[in-house]
T-cell receptor, first 111, second 111 residues
Framework: QKEVEQNSGPLSVPEGAIASLNCTYS??????FFWYRQYSGKSPELIMF????GDKEDGRFTAQLNKASQYVSLLIRDSQPSDSATYLC???????????FGTGTRLQVFP | DTAVSQTPKYLVTQMGNDKSIKCEQN?????MYWYKQDSKKFLKIMFS???????INETVPNRFSPKSPDKAHLNLHINSLELGDSAVYFC??????????FGDGTRLSIL
């Protein structure tokens, strides 16, 4: 079993819709959870991070964490074509700086 | 500009050569990392240094040797380059338990 799993996609949504990206992880000791966006040929860019169970909102982005289910998700409201990218989920365990990445979900937002 | 900067951006070289990639951050972070992103876009940590001390050393061939002259710099030297070393190498930095910020990447191609 992979340590961090994501559906590779592509996930296609129309402009203005909500895009829902999901991630599961295997290590129950994981403490910090990150979502990075990576455009083709570019570097990963931090979008959101979450440490506690529940929701965390930042503009059009909401991260949701459920540690009991070992599940973290990213919702993008009012999706725009400029949101089309690969979204990487990453987790690390307590008191380490080792980030384990998923393979990413490719999101396509069409006009 | 405050950033994580890597040089060179592109590196094309022959199999068997030795090459180095340099990384510098001016964010005041105390931890720096090297990641490898393969052709399938999977991002995997290779090394991490905290205040010039090696703290993460994943299963990486010993042809790869990181060097940190000070906490703002982390270089990666690769001996006897092989075809399988072709990838994008990302440097990143962070403060402890904080999100990591990535450089623009070095695209290494082995002929």
């Amino acid at each position: 079993q992979k340590e961090v799993e994501q559906n590779s996609g592509p996930l296609s949504v129309p402009e203005g819709a909500i895009a829902s990206l999901n991630c599961t992880y295997s290590d129950r000791g994981s403490q910090s959870f990150f979502w990075y966006r990576q455009y083709s040929g570019k570097s990963p860019e931090l979008i959101m991070f979450i440490y506690s169970n529940g929701d965390k909102e930042d503009g059009r982005f909401t991260a949701q964490l459920n540690k009991a289910s070992q599940y973290v998700s990213l919702l993008i409201r009012d999706s725009q074509p400029s949101d089309s990218a690969t979204y990487l989920c990453a987790v690390n365990t307590y008191n380490t700086d080792k980030l384990i990445f998923g393979t990413g979900t490719r999101l396509q937002v069409f006009p | 500009d405050t950033a994580v900067s890597q040089t060179p951006k592109y590196l094309v070289t022959q199999m068997g050569n030795d090459k180095s990639i340099k990384c510098e951050q001016n964010l005041g972070h105390d931890t720096m990392y090297w990641y490898k992103q393969d052709s399938k876009k999977f991002l995997k940590i290779m090394f991490s240094y905290n205040n010039k001390e090696l703290i993460i050393n994943e299963t990486v061939p010993n042809r790869f040797s990181p060097k940190s002259p000070d906490k703002a710099h982390l270089n990666l030297h690769i001996n006897s380059l092989e075809l399988g070393d072709s990838a994008v190498y990302f440097c990143a930095s962070s403060s402890r338990n904080q999100p990591q910020h990535f450089g623009d990447g070095t695209r290494l191609s082995i002929l």
